[in-house]
């Protein structure tokens, strides 16, 4: 089956700075990656996701980019601001919508 | 448009007990997945209904079982419940790959 590496597990950066988040998939056979937010006692929220027909998708402060070949995507955060701090996952889906998740990536964004 | 809904929002359970848990999908969807969360992990895949069929069971156990109603609304039992048991169980929807969470049950097993 498939699977899911992030990093880094924590990551703290100023305010303003950017934050990059990077992830890894085995299965060539996945072909969409959302990435997630979860603040504390929530479920997970959608932020942006990326198809694998496409290497780069942006809104607003949010980027993320596709390296099918590499098999590996990243989530790319500017201008962080405090309300940004929560766990953030990574997914890749299976045609048949199987979602396989990372591990997550705890950001904390010192104000 | 009410999102991803699920109750209980809390559950205490004694070990050996069964569970039901219930999730009302986005509108529009027609496919619902549930997720047990641990502690500090990333949501695992327990199954998934279309149609009213399970199309897709991740690595659990026959204890966990589930239903879907010809409303779209799912329901994940749990039998015989373990201490390991206890998790977030998440409810999630989707609509042409696009999945959207409900807030989750949090179930403690004592």
């Known amino acids: 089956g498939e699977n899911v590496e992030q990093h880094p597990s924590t990551l703290s950066v100023q305010e303003g700075d950017s934050a990059v988040i990077k992830c890894t998939y085995s299965d060539s056979a996945s072909n969409y990656f959302p990435w997630y937010k979860q603040e504390l006692g929530k479920g997970p929220q959608l932020i942006i996701d990326?198809?694998?027909?496409?290497g780069e998708k942006k809104d607003q402060r949010i980027a993320v980019t596709l390296n099918k070949t590499a098999k590996h995507f990243s989530l790319h955060i500017t201008e962080t601001q405090p309300e940004d701090s929560a766990v953030y996952f990574c997914?890749?889906?299976?045609?048949?919508?199987?979602?396989?998740f990372g591990t997550g990536t705890s950001l904390t964004v010192i104000p | 448009d009410a999102g991803v809904t699920q109750s209980p929002t809390h559950l205490i359970k004694t070990r050996g007990q069964q569970v039901t848990l219930r999730c009302s999908p986005k509108s529009g969807h027609d496919t619902v997945s549930w997720y047990q969360q641990a502690l500090g992990q990333g949501p695992q895949f327990i199954f998934q209904?279309?149609?009213?069929?399970?199309?897709q069971r991740g690595n659990f156990p026959d204890r966990f079982s589930g239903h879907q109603f010809p409303n779209y609304s799912s329901e994940l039992n749990v039998n015989a419940l373990l201490l390991g048991d206890s998790a977030l169980y998440l409810c999630?929807?989707?609509?042409?790959?696009?999945?959207?969470f409900g807030q989750g049950t949090r179930l403690t097993v004592v």
């Open positions: 999630a929807s989707s609509l042409r790959g696009q999945a959207f």
């Open positions: 209904y279309y149609e009213e069929e399970e199309r």
């Open positions: 997914a890749a889906s299976n045609p048949l919508e199987q979602f396989y």
């Open positions: 990326i198809r694998s027909n496409v």
